[in-house]
């Protein structure tokens, strides 16, 4: 299950999943939302239909806002009953909002950022990982998408960074919970990555795009595919190994 699958990494982690002989359910909002507090609107439904379209005997679709607790438990436990217990769930569903100082930053712009970043993570977890633990395999992935925002204070992103920092803590407070269970949880860290989450950044800054990977060491932007990939092998069998961390993907952010 990939929650925020409809673009960037969320649909380059679908593409990478179905590749390495995954089915999916690739989970995100309704068409044209706005939330208050974030930039621009969240990725339309047709690119999430687009998926299906393309895999159709191995990509089903749902579309649910990730701060909507009961919705998202109902389409995860629907879904459970037809295809039986997820097996990795991706919690992708981003968000970022900003553009002023933290300390003139509006409560609003606060709220959004937890509300998606961590809470919708949060609410995934809670719709999966019993489910996971009831599997006789007990072999479940958790992977929260995070971002080098929680180990590095951003220029007038202050509450994107806030939110970012408390989804590592949510990987970090699952994977004590999970001690000894089979079931894991992981993270995954980009830096600046062509995505749309990437372009509203650039928007709040009033810069181009490409300013934006001038701290990366590796000196250009990521593409979702390189973050799809390290997604991926923390769902694989392998990724039982990264339990409790949460892998830095910035390109060497900050060289």
Same mark, same amino acid.
């Given at each position: 299950?990939?929650t925020?699958?409809?673009? !960037?990494?969320g649909?380059? /982690?679908v =593409?990478?999943?179905?590749?390495?002989?995954?089915?999916?359910?690739? *989970?995100?909002?309704?068409? $044209?939302?706005? *939330?208050? $507090?974030a930039a621009?609107r969240?990725?339309?439904a047709a690119h999430l239909?687009?998926?299906?379209?393309?895999w159709?005997?191995v990509?089903?679709?749902?579309?649910?806002d990730?701060?909507?607790?009961t %919705?998202l +438990?109902?389409?995860?436990a629907?879904?459970?009953e037809r295809?039986g217990?997820?097996?990795?769930?991706?919690?992708v569903a981003?968000?970022?909002? !900003? !553009?002023?100082?933290?300390w003139?930053?509006?409560?609003?712009t606060?709220t959004a950022?937890?509300?998606?970043?961590?809470? !919708?993570?949060w609410?995934? &977890?809670?719709a999966v990982?019993?489910?996971?633990? /009831?599997?006789? +395999?007990?072999n479940?992935r #958790?992977v929260?998408v995070?971002? /080098?925002a929680? +180990?590095h204070?951003l #220029?007038?992103?202050?509450? @994107?960074?806030i939110?970012?920092?408390?989804? =590592?803590?949510?990987?970090? $407070?699952?994977?004590?919970?999970?001690?000894? /269970?089979?079931?894991t949880?992981?993270?995954? &860290?980009?830096? &600046?990555?062509?995505t749309?989450?990437?372009?509203a950044?650039?928007?709040l @800054?009033g810069?181009?795009?490409?300013?934006?990977?001038?701290?990366q060491?590796?000196r250009?932007?990521?593409?979702?595919?390189?973050?799809?990939?390290?997604?991926? @092998?923390?769902?694989?069998?392998?990724?039982?190994a990264?339990?409790g961390?949460v892998? +830095? %993907?910035g390109?060497g #952010?900050g060289?």
């Amino acid at each position: 299950m990939v929650t925020g699958a409809a673009g !960037g990494i969320g649909s380059a /982690t679908v =593409a990478r999943l179905v590749a390495d002989g995954w089915s999916v359910l690739a *989970i995100d909002a309704p068409v $044209g939302l706005q *939330i208050p $507090g974030a930039a621009g609107r969240l990725s339309p439904a047709a690119h999430l239909a687009a998926l299906s379209n393309q895999w159709p005997d191995v990509v089903t679709t749902a579309v649910v806002d990730v701060r909507d607790a009961t %919705a998202l +438990e109902s389409v995860v436990a629907t879904h459970a009953e037809r295809h039986g217990t997820p097996v990795a769930a991706v919690a992708v569903a981003g968000v970022v909002g !900003g !553009g002023q100082p933290l300390w003139l930053e509006s409560p609003q712009t606060l709220t959004a950022m937890l509300e998606v970043n961590l809470l !919708g993570a949060w609410h995934l &977890s809670q719709a999966v990982i019993p489910a996971m633990l /009831t599997a006789p +395999e007990r072999n479940g992935r #958790f992977v929260v998408v995070v971002s /080098t925002a929680a +180990e590095h204070g951003l #220029f007038h992103l202050g509450a @994107y960074g806030i939110s970012k920092a408390a989804a =590592a803590g949510l990987v970090r $407070g699952l994977a004590a919970d999970l001690v000894g /269970t089979g079931v894991t949880a992981s993270g995954v &860290s980009p830096g &600046s990555t062509d995505t749309p989450m990437l372009a509203a950044t650039a928007d709040l @800054y009033g810069v181009p795009a490409a300013d934006l990977v001038a701290r990366q060491g590796i000196r250009r932007v990521l593409q979702p595919e390189e973050i799809a990939d390290l997604i991926a @092998y923390a769902c694989s069998p392998a990724g039982a190994a990264l339990h409790g961390t949460v892998v +830095e %993907a910035g390109g060497g #952010f900050g060289l």
